[in-house]
């Protein structure tokens, strides 16, 4: 095999007591195959039970965060076996980021977009460079933003949500921070994610844990009562003559038939 067919998708280590995943298959813009969500879920969950961690930082290589769902994967697999799967993947992924007793630092200095918005969402502290881009695309392939509005629609206003879950526009970071999406804009974000890694360091860990449980506690009881419909629906729109045609489009890189 080769070494890039080897080479994690995910790196990890621990540097100053906190547990540091990089997102590292730019090849493809940090798109959420299933190697790459279960080398992060992985991550996480070693991170979770390792003593000497008090936090973790997710960080990524390359100008993107993350793109969201890997299109080219999914094209190859039976539509609606595919999107149930990466379906229940995402629900997970998501949960472990809003459960995990842990706080959670996004370091995004790129492109955040479709399921990659719901990944910072999860997190509970984003900081973002001044050049960072953000986007729900969804609509624009047939689908909408179902499983990571649990994450997203308890961060945003609700008029923020509205224009950028129908329009699909791009926006900045500043916006982000300004609708509740990003935490801090900074010049330098590998310096404020470590200041902010200062900060928690002065928390003890049980009471970052409840913290962070009251924090997101709401978040939670919305998993629990809606996951399992937006997961049914979500995966019912897969197969759909329009999400092909937005899938086949936007990997053909040409507008889909409505947009003409």
């Given at each position: 095999m080769t070494e890039t067919s080897t080479a994690p998708l995910v790196r990890s280590e621990i540097r100053d007591?906190?547990?540091?995943?990089?997102?590292?298959?730019?090849?493809?813009?940090?798109a959420l195959s299933s190697r790459l969500v279960a080398e992060l879920i992985a991550g996480l969950d070693q991170a979770a039970g390792d003593e000497r961690v008090r936090g973790i930082v997710l960080a990524h290589t390359g100008n993107t965060f993350c793109a969201g769902a890997d299109l080219s994967e999914a094209?190859?697999?039976?539509?609606?076996?595919?999107?149930?799967?990466?379906?229940?993947?995402?629900?997970?992924?998501?949960?472990?980021?809003?459960?995990?007793?842990?706080?959670?630092?996004?370091?995004v200095d790129g492109n955040?977009?479709?399921?990659?918005?719901?990944?910072?969402a999860a997190c509970d502290l984003v900081v973002a460079g001044p050049g960072s881009s953000f986007a729900l695309t969804e609509v624009r392939i047939g689908l909408a933003p179902f499983m990571i509005s649990l994450t997203l629609l308890p961060r945003l206003n609700a008029r923020a949500a509205s224009r950028?879950?129908?329009?699909?526009?791009?926006?900045?970071?500043?916006?982000?921070?300004?609708?509740?999406?990003?935490?801090?804009?900074?010049?330098d974000p590998a310096a404020e994610v470590a200041r902010l890694c200062g900060e928690l360091r002065k928390g003890a860990p049980q009471g970052l844990a409840e913290a962070k449980r009251l924090v997101n506690s709401g978040i939670l009881a919305e998993f629990?009562?809606?996951?399992?419909?937006?997961?049914?629906?979500?995966?019912?729109?897969?197969?759909?003559?329009?999400?092909?045609?937005?899938?086949?489009?936007?990997?053909?890189?040409?507008?889909p038939s409505w947009a003409e």
């Open positions: 007591g906190f547990a540091v995943l990089t997102l590292d298959s730019p090849h493809n813009r940090n094209s190859d697999a039976d539509p609606a076996v595919a999107a149930d799967q990466r379906t229940r993947v995402m629900i997970g992924v998501l949960r472990r980021l809003v459960e995990i007793p842990k706080p959670v630092i996004a370091q955040v977009r479709a399921g990659g918005m719901g990944i910072v950028y879950y129908l329009t699909g526009e791009k926006f900045g970071a500043a916006e982000a921070a300004e609708i509740g999406l990003v935490t801090v804009v900074a010049d629990d009562a809606s996951a399992e419909e937006l997961a049914v629906r979500s995966a019912s729109f897969f197969g759909t003559d329009q999400v092909r045609e937005g899938m086949t489009a936007f990997l053909q890189r040409r507008p």
